[in-house]
């Protein structure tokens, strides 16, 4: 309830805020946000990082999964914070972040002090694959006001998929300058655990018990292999045209039950941007990822791997 109050005051204030110029408005937003997710990261057991569109849902799910199987309770709950640990002491309070508003109220634009003694799971996925799902997501799911806040193209603007994944601001090089920006703040970190994607795609069991034992929570062989089941491609497309998941608002819903592009669970495809492009501008894009630090394992082109 608390953080429902929280949310609320931010938009009284927005609203009473309104004359401010635009810039004005859009950084007190930010900082508003920055604070409401600084007080989430005191609280949190443990932190989730990752840049939007890395596969953090189905991670979530499989956590959810996990977790309600360890308190007994119901599987349409899904973990958001400490909605879990409300009911059950003993399951953690996980802050799921993108380091993005945090930065506006703490300061550290070039440090990761804020996190310091916190234990982090940095989960990441291939920068040509999370663009092109980003665009998906910023066409058909993102709202107005977050594009505008998050500096995307403004709704309604006539960008397609190889404008968006190009863009500076918000496509491959973007992504590639925060995987890097990681890299380099390792030795600022006292606990961090760096996790893949597409190796969540090879042995999701196999990922799961490792955050699960990085993170302090024993699991049993038969309860992970009950959480990614749960958590399979065509069980989550269709809890998410169900709306299965109790109170998970826009997180697991499509945008229009009508198009397959606006939902949530889309593709889950492992090299999947290659379907979008020709050689040439996929040679672009491999020139881009080539930028990023070695130890992320970009560097090749992926093979395409079915959903």
């Avoid at 993170?215 to 958590?231: H, N, R, Y």
């Avoid at 608002?249 to 229009?256: M, N, Y």
Wanted: aromatic share 12%.
């Amino acid at each position: 309830m608390a953080d429902k109050a929280r949310v609320a005051a931010r938009f009284v204030i927005l609203s009473l805020l309104r004359w401010l110029p635009a810039a004005r408005r859009k950084a007190l937003e930010r900082w508003l946000r920055g604070r409401e997710e600084y007080k989430k990261l005191q609280r949190a057991d443990w932190v989730l990082m990752s840049w939007g569109k890395s596969g953090r849902t189905w991670l979530r799910v499989m956590l959810s999964r996990a977790y309600t199987q360890l308190g007994n309770l119901p599987a349409s709950e899904l973990l958001d914070f400490d909605n879990l640990k409300a009911q059950h002491r003993q399951l953690p309070a996980v802050f799921f972040t993108h380091n993005n508003y945090l930065r506006d109220y703490t300061g550290n634009w070039q440090s990761k002090a804020h996190f310091a003694g916190r234990r982090m799971v940095l989960l990441v996925r291939d920068p040509r694959d999370v663009a092109v799902s980003q665009f998906f997501q910023w066409q058909y799911r993102m709202r107005p006001r977050k594009k505008f806040i998050n500096d995307y193209p403004a709704d309604g603007s006539d960008v397609d998929v190889w404008q968006f994944v190009q863009d500076p601001a918000v496509g491959v090089p973007r992504i590639v300058d925060y995987f890097n920006d990681w890299a380099a703040s390792r030795d600022q970190l006292d606990d961090l655990l760096v996790v893949r994607y597409e190796d969540m795609r090879a042995d999701p069991g196999a990922v799961l018990k490792r955050i699960l034992d990085f993170t302090g929570t024993a699991v049993s062989e038969a309860q992970v292999a009950e959480a990614v089941q749960f958590a399979a491609y065509d069980n989550m497309k269709k809890m998410e045209q169900e709306q299965y998941f109790k109170g998970s608002g826009a997180r697991v819903k499509p945008g229009d039950k009508d198009n397959p592009a606006s939902f949530k669970v889309r593709k889950a495809k492992v090299g999947g941007y290659r379907e979008h492009f020709d050689d040439a501008q996929c040679a672009v894009l491999d020139a881009m990822v080539a930028k990023l630090d070695p130890q992320f394992g970009y560097g090749q082109v992926p093979e395409q791997a079915p959903a």
